[in-house]
């Protein structure tokens, strides 16, 4: 009884290297978990496109708390390129946490507010200095009423 033997065949030759295809190279756009020498992840450090952000639990400032990705920065306020930089920075922002000066949220504006209206019948686009003089002339109207 003879016993089939498998073939294999190497890769055919194209004259390039085998190109490697890393984590990062295939999750540009993603936070992806930073982990040590020994395959452990970093708690609140992730990288995105070669930069280290912290991710912290914060106050959102109505009681609620929800977790946000701030860059990391080191003292020369550069980005760090090295894993003991990018800890140093986020112990920094754990300790501005706790001192409550992180950047607030931020908000974007309410059209209206951003947006001069009239009636529609009067309705007109203004240069921001006559806005200014329009908004002007409106509060000392209700001033001296």
């Not at 009239?118 to 200095?129: A, I, K, N, Y």
Request: glycine share 6%; proline share 8%.
């Amino acid at each position: 009884m003879q016993g089939k033997a498998i073939k294999r065949t190497p890769p055919p030759a194209t004259g390039q290297p085998q190109k490697k295809h890393s984590v990062l190279e295939n999750h540009l756009a993603k936070f992806i978990p930073v982990r040590d020498s020994r395959n452990r992840r970093l708690r609140g450090l992730y990288q995105r496109n070669g930069r280290y952000y912290a991710q912290l639990w914060v106050d959102r400032g109505y009681g609620k708390k929800s977790a946000r990705r701030f860059p990391l920065f080191t003292s020369d306020n550069l980005p760090p390129r090295t894993l003991r930089e990018a800890k140093e920075a986020l112990e920094i922002k754990r300790h501005e946490r706790r001192e409550d000066t992180l950047p607030l949220i931020g908000h974007k504006p309410i059209f209206g507010s951003t947006v001069y209206w009239r009636p529609l019948r009067q309705q007109h686009w203004f240069s921001l200095s006559r806005l200014s003089f329009e908004i002007a002339v409106m509060c000392s109207r209700k001033q001296s009423m």
